[in-house]
């Protein structure tokens, strides 16, 4: 009558201990460090709970109060890594810099065989400002040069992937359920996923105003842990393995400038900008290709000698304008009407399926940037943050569905901005699709190409001062700010989210207003 009472406990805890121990010395103008250590992590995280129907009062919440059925049930996961570590350091005159270290780490996740790996790094560095011939030079106040070469490894596949495991489900016998047990496939010989990073980098400063650090990076990633299907015949789809090779590579630089400098006026301005190529090297058993999803969208695969986050998608073909073109179209879409999309039948058979689709870039911009601008004049200051990104594919939302009345199960009325630029006859200059358009898809038109820049934040403030309140001595400064976050955005595509289109995080434009006071 009043339902079930259920009894449940948890219980979770971490534990890190980090254990360390390091030794300098100096002798004359040599620096020596050396450290090593010991460090561990675990994690358990378990619970329970027993149910019981029948409830019989709502004055008393207990077992002995109901009388139906009683279950129970526990669940209870662990995780733990161990690791020895050193690193030893050493520089001459702060001019020569050399350092090694060296992980061996243990992590329960993988197979009974591969259980350790062992990660060492070198780095090496030499500060030519340091050197007799520039130590005096006053146009470059500062030249280093930096590389080094590192592996890393990475454990992070859940829990329990290298063993074989029995899972309940339930199933249907003589007409009723009952709970069975099939088996996953377990993998002894799953080891850590290993990355090879090699860095070279230069810091430069000229006149002690301008700094310039430069970067780039080479990363090989091999023995990636991926699902690889298996012959069904083992009863298994796929095991999870050590398999193929990706690529990274690319450049990070920073310009920072102290533009003007004096008592009342100053004005400081940073750029970064990087780049990251990836292709995938190897995949696995001489496989060329993997399907993660296909159809007319926005179709994704991994491919040998291709980016990691590559998009396929159709070639859009223009506009149906005339009757000619019309009549050519019907021969590849018989439904085609004055109006519609064209695309390109690239294999030739006429008609449009996903073979038609090509490579229209990666979800990864070909350039990422951002600015910083700080201006002072006297007790007002200005700060300006902005971000952007170039030459990438991005995803398509209600908006662009709805604008270009692209094929969806989602019905969306089209916006005035779309509405005016839409073919019909009193507009034959139209680039949208026209009202009622059909057989349209993502294309390269609509997901390739995008760029934006975003002004992140408009920062104005004023500082009053000390004592800034005649007659209150309780007040030692002031200062008041309003800051504007994301009002100013430069776009090529008509998203909600300018990164990508993202319907579930748009931008929001925000307006703070903070007054700070120290009493």
């Not at 733990?80 to 243990?106: C, I, P, Q, V």
């Not at 590389?147 to 990475?154: E, H, K, P, R």
């Amino acid at each position: 009558k009043w339902g079930s009472y259920t009894h449940g406990n948890a219980f979770n805890y971490y534990l890190s201990p980090n254990v360390s121990s390091s030794y300098t010395h100096q002798w004359g103008s040599h620096f020596f460090k050396a450290m090593a250590g010991f460090q561990m992590e675990l994690q358990e995280n378990s619970s329970g709970y027993t149910y019981k129907d029948g409830l019989l009062t709502d004055d008393i919440y207990s077992f002995a109060s109901a009388n139906g059925m009683l279950y129970a049930g526990d669940d209870r996961t662990h995780w733990a890594t161990m690791g020895m570590y050193a690193k030893l350091n050493w520089n001459y005159k702060e001019t020569y810099f050399l350092e090694f270290s060296g992980r061996y780490d243990g992590s329960s996740r993988f197979g009974a065989n591969n259980k350790w790996g062992f990660f060492p790094s070198v780095g090496l560095a030499w500060r030519a400002s340091q050197e007799a011939f520039l130590i005096d030079n006053k146009y470059i106040t500062n030249l280093k040069l930096r590389a080094s070469f590192g592996v890393t490894g990475n454990q992070e596949i859940g829990n329990y992937k290298s063993l074989a495991q029995l899972n309940a489900d339930n199933y249907i016998y003589n007409d009723g359920e009952l709970q069975g047990y099939y088996e996953s496939i377990g993998n002894p010989d799953l080891k850590w996923e290993r990355a090879n990073q090699f860095d070279i980098g230069i810091d430069l400063s000229l006149w002690n105003r301008l700094h310039i650090t430069a970067d780039y990076y080479y990363r090989k990633t091999s023995d990636l842990l991926y699902q690889v299907p298996i012959p069904s015949t083992s009863g298994f789809s796929s095991m999870l393995s050590n398999v193929g090779s990706v690529l990274n590579k690319g450049y990070e630089l920073s310009i920072t400038g102290n533009i003007v400098n004096t008592n009342d006026f100053k004005i400081d301005a940073t750029i970064n900008l990087s780049r990251n190529i990836n292709k995938v090297k190897e995949l696995y058993n001489n496989v060329e290709s993997i399907t993660l999803s296909s159809g007319l969208g926005l179709s994704r695969y991994l491919k040998v000698g291709e980016s990691l986050n590559s998009r396929y998608a159709l070639l859009s073909d223009g506009i149906i304008r005339t009757e000619e073109q019309l009549k050519k179209y019907r021969k590849i879409e018989g439904t085609a009407k004055l109006g519609d999309e064209m695309y390109k039948d690239l294999d030739g058979d006429n008609q449009i399926t996903a073979k038609d689709q090509v490579n229209i870039g990666t979800t990864d911009p070909k350039l990422i940037y951002g600015i910083g601008l700080n201006v002072q004049y006297k007790k007002f200051s200005l700060n300006i943050l902005g971000n952007g990104a170039h030459d990438f594919v991005g995803g398509t939302s209600y908006l662009q569905i709805a604008e270009n009345q692209i094929n969806s199960s989602v019905i969306c009325m089209p916006s005035l901005y779309a509405y005016e630029r839409m073919w019909s006859e009193s507009n034959p200059s139209g680039t949208y699709p026209a009202p009622g358009a059909s057989n349209v898809h993502e294309s390269d038109r609509i997901n390739s190409g995008w760029n934006y820049f975003v002004v992140k934040s408009i920062a104005l403030s004023y500082d009053f001062g000390k004592n800034p309140i005649k007659g209150i001595k309780g007040i030692k400064s002031l200062s008041a700010t309003v800051n504007f976050q994301n009002f100013i955005t430069f776009s090529n595509q008509r998203g909600y989210n300018p990164e990508n289109g993202d319907i579930k995080y748009p931008w929001v434009k925000i307006v703070n207003i903070g007054v700070n006071a120290k009493f």
